[in-house]
């Protein structure tokens, strides 16, 4: 008789995906229809995100009550709905590996997704909106960038955006930076290494997409907060996406392909004994959980893994090791904090509340609950309203500071959800707190310009 649920920790098993047998539709199927009347018997997963109430809606609306009552083409509204956030695995699930059931959710998804888009069910939207280094290349050019943005924020282009790419004209869009974070950030002052117990004492630093075409100043802001701490940094040579975009779309020959030009690069500094940071957290968790699972046997993909951390985890890693400065200078008074899906799932703690609450005159209310952005999910049409529903009562709790009344700031790791978050205040009406990233907080903490 099988056991109710597990009492190890979950594991991860490696995904089959270069198999043949992995993009066999009828296969996928069957494994669908036993996975959705595990869920369907549990059902602890409803509030996580739209998946489970669509497919707990098409079971109960079925002829039958069950699984088997559901049609087979309905299954693609709930792989529709996935954007791989990890949480149902990690969190929630009492059948995920090593129980006998074999549970995994979110790569039982991503297979479907892998079919769809190899049978051409993927329109050029999404393909467009999950091709960040495309789009990105407007970045930085003069004049060009200015115009881009002026445009992009108009009635009539927002609905030229939702008729083309299918991108809502009510969500939040990133503008281009007018300089990219690869071409302003300084050099490193010339200080010496000093490894820790715990952590390497050099920094290679790996932009993304987001922080080198969008928002330069988080990536300004983590190399003062290491250059204030004596920290020795590089920018990764050469780098490109990650690939979580295109792992969303199930896009995995993308993914292949990125890999093949990241890994190199980034072994050579794991070889060399750096920390590789990244202030995405989605970025952080594809070469420390997917690329990984993708590619078990890669020697180069396993160092990486091992030389990734979180900035946030190096930071706390630091102050163990004693090597943290904390002479902060300003206060930052009350902060709703957000921890992104991406980041929870990386089994790291709460590494950011850590540090923030080291400044004096802070109090953080850390608030773990999807805010349900999740990528290109939060900004599609026909997900755009979901995700904002999804938010909403993190947007609520968020407002409401335990130190009495509103937030001074609310902020999250993942910039896209901070912005999120505020869009989802305003249309609650729910204040106006400041929008700042963590590491951005940690900059004014130190009183650093």
Known sequence: MAREGNLEAPTRNPLDWKSQAFYDEAACFKELERVFDICHGCRRCVSLCASFPTLFDLVDESKTGEVDGVDKKDYWKVVDHCYLCDLCYMTKCPYVPPHEWNLDFPHTMLRAKAIKFKQGGVDFGAKFLSSTDVHGQLAGIPIVTQVANAVNHTKPARAAMEATLHVDRNAWLPALATRRFRGAAPESANVPVKDGERTPGKVAVYSTCYVNYNEPGIGMDLLKVLAHNDIPYVLVEKESCCGM??????????????????????????????????????????????????????????????????????????????LLKTDFKTPLGKVSYHVPCHQRVQNIGRKTEEVLKMVPGTTVHTNERCSGHAGTYGVKKGTHEAAMKIGKPLFKRMAEHPAGGAPDYISSDCALAGHHIEQGFERNGLGEPQVEHPLSLVRKAYGLD
């Open 245 to 322: 975009p295109k792992l969303e779309l199930g896009d995995l020959e993308s993914v292949d392909a990125g890999k093949q030009k990241n890994i190199p690069v980034l072994a050579k500094y794991a070889r060399e004994g750096y920390a590789i940071l990244a202030a995405v957290p989605s970025c952080t968790l594809m070469f420390k959980q997917e690329i990984p699972l993708m590619y078990p046997d890669d020697a180069e993909v396993q160092a990486v893994k091992k030389a990734m951390w979180d900035p946030f985890e190096y930071l706390a890693a630091r102050r163990r090791d004693g």
